[in-house]
């Protein structure tokens, strides 16, 4: 029997409007018994064809991979994957002598919700976040040795934290090909250690790198402050851009000890930089009127849309003790990086923050997640990264 999700009467529409979620309310019945990560034929009430995905436990039943009656064969991926590399080569992000760090696969951006593919020099970071990417990841590697080449050593399978917590299945890191790789690979010049095998996400957040080059414009001169600064990468951009003092905090050790080898690798013996494993908030309150750059890039404060409320009240308190600090002509580069957080929410925890710590600010830019994290046009959800670039008088 056919593995099959019926949706109820009318519950069509968003996927009539290719979103590529279909939600547990929506579903009238599910039919062949899958379990969960299998692919499954979704048809309308009236049992026309609409889509074909993976199914899972949760409010997302079924995360669409296409829109068209087509097999999910090791063709399929590989197909995909294509589209996607040729996408980052056109905009000139892949095969750059320059940069060979980049995001190849952005999940619902690339049309494979629930993979998400980092490229570190001549290593792929690969991480599911649905279990039908797990049960495929031997394919998806496959494919994406085929599609790099060469240019392709190791791929190293990282999903412990990122698959379903409820899902049966083995959750282990390994590497899927290869194994002897050098964790340094290079962004726009200069050179980062990627600790993917204990670090958080991929190892690097490869999303800030064209917000980091512009901080690097406005760095000359000033006395740079980097909260949440995990490994470094905004101070190092800082660094060369000609920062008269960087100061690091993260209240992670470790995080601290990344940053400091890779100020070191890129401006080894340099007397401008210091960091501390702090907590941020405390750092905050009282580090004094020392700083006229800061860069607050915290962790994602809302990661369900049930904890919203409180992670709107840690922004403006987080971005208010910024305002009230920063010294006159000071530069606050602002983010949030939750899904659930919206451009608007986050827009007014600002506002109400400068309002609470009374000072005159404009906006200089409006900034959001770079070409290699590309947002599917019906999947607006995809825009997850925001942030702003403040002129505090």
């Not at 892949?94 to 980092?118: K, M, Q, S």
Request: hydrophobic residues 35%; proline residues 3%; contains cysteine.
């Amino acid at each position: 029997m056919e593995k099959a999700v019926i949706l109820k009467r009318g519950k069509e529409e968003s996927l009539q409007r290719f979103h590529p979620w279909i939600f547990s309310g929506a579903i009238q019945r599910i039919e062949g018994s899958p379990e969960e990560g299998d692919t499954v034929t979704v048809y309308t009430n009236d049992h026309r064809f609409i889509a074909r995905g993976h199914i899972q436990a949760g409010s997302i039943t079924v995360r669409v991979l296409t829109f068209k009656d087509e097999p999910i064969t090791y063709d399929f991926y590989l197909n995909r994957i294509s589209i996607a590399y040729k996408l980052r080569t056109s905009i000139g992000i892949a095969e750059n002598p320059t940069n060979d760090t980049y995001r190849l696969i952005h999940g619902e951006g690339d049309n494979l919700p629930g993979l998400i593919v980092d490229i570190y020099g001549d290593t792929a970071v690969m991480q599911a976040h649905s279990v039908g990417m797990h049960i495929n990841r031997e394919q998806i590697a496959r494919a994406l040795k085929e599609t790099l080449g060469s240019r392709l050593n190791n791929i190293y399978y990282k999903s412990d934290t990122t698959l379903p917590y409820k899902a049966d299945i083995d959750k282990s890191n390994y590497y899927l090909s290869g194994g002897n790789a050098s964790n340094i690979s290079i962004e726009n010049g200069l050179r980062f250690h990627i600790d993917w095998l204990r670090g958080q996400k991929t190892g690097f957040f490869v999303d800030q790198r064209e917000n980091r080059s512009l901080l690097e414009k406005y760095a000359k001169g000033r006395k740079l402050l980097n909260m949440f600064c995990y490994t470094g990468g905004f101070s190092i951009y800082a660094l060369r851009g000609g920062a008269e003092l960087v100061h690091s905090v993260d209240s992670s050790s470790k995080a601290i000890d990344l940053t400091n080898a890779n100020v070191a690798i890129n401006f080894p013996n340099d007397t401008r930089h210091a960091a501390y494993a702090e907590d941020a908030f405390d750092y905050l309150e009282r580090m004094g009127n020392n700083y006229d750059l800061i860069i607050l890039d915290p962790p994602a404060f809302a990661k369900h849309r049930d904890s919203l409320r409180n992670a709107l009240v840690g922004y403006r308190r987080l971005n208010a003790k910024a305002i009230e600090k920063i010294q006159p002509g000071g530069i606050i580069f602002t983010f949030s990086c939750s899904q659930v957080v919206s451009k608007e929410n986050f827009r007014t925890a600002v506002f109400t923050a400068a309002a609470m710590a009374k000072r005159n600010v404009r906006i200089l830019h409006q900034l959001t997640q770079p070409a290699d994290h590309p947002v599917n046009i019906y999947h607006p959800e995809g825009e997850y990264l925001k942030g702003l670039v403040l002129y505090v008088e």
